[in-house]
């Protein structure tokens, strides 16, 4: 049983951003069930440096988007992909010196922060998309 199952209620209009999206699941489900296997440090840190670099990349396609329609939300959707990769970043450092381990905490936060920016944040710029005529 999946971690985070995906969902038609995931959809934001944009192809190339739900198949990222489901890729950000699909990375956090392997953490998920890495941390339930109980995968070696080096497994766990490999799948996060996979996570942070496949954030980062879906993080510059939004933006790039944004840019080049114009969205006028851009500044305050990117500051919360800085948050997010800040804060990664961090537990990433704090994993790899031994100060903290991933676990359930830790999945929660990643599932609820997808979940919500998902429906909150990116579904605010369906419909301008739309309008733009991207999908």
Wanted: a negative charge; zero cysteines; glycine letters at 6%.
């Amino acid at each position: 049983m999946a971690f985070i199952d995906w969902s038609a209620e995931y959809d934001v209009g944009v192809n190339l951003f739900n198949k990222q999206h489901q890729g950000l699941v699909a990375l956090v489900n392997k953490l998920h069930e890495a941390m339930l296997e109980g995968k070696s440090r080096s497994v766990m840190s490999s799948i996060l440096d996979d996570l942070i670099k496949y954030t980062a990349e879906h993080f510059s396609s939004e933006e790039e988007y944004f840019h080049k329609h114009h969205y006028p939300l851009d500044a305050e959707h990117t500051q919360q992909h800085q948050a997010l990769t800040d804060q990664v970043i961090k537990f990433k450092q704090d994993y790899e010196s031994g100060q903290t381990t991933i676990g359930v905490p830790l999945l929660d936060f990643l599932r609820k922060w997808l979940v919500e920016h998902i429906q909150g944040a990116d579904m605010k710029y369906k419909s301008f998309f739309q309008e733009k005529g991207v999908s």
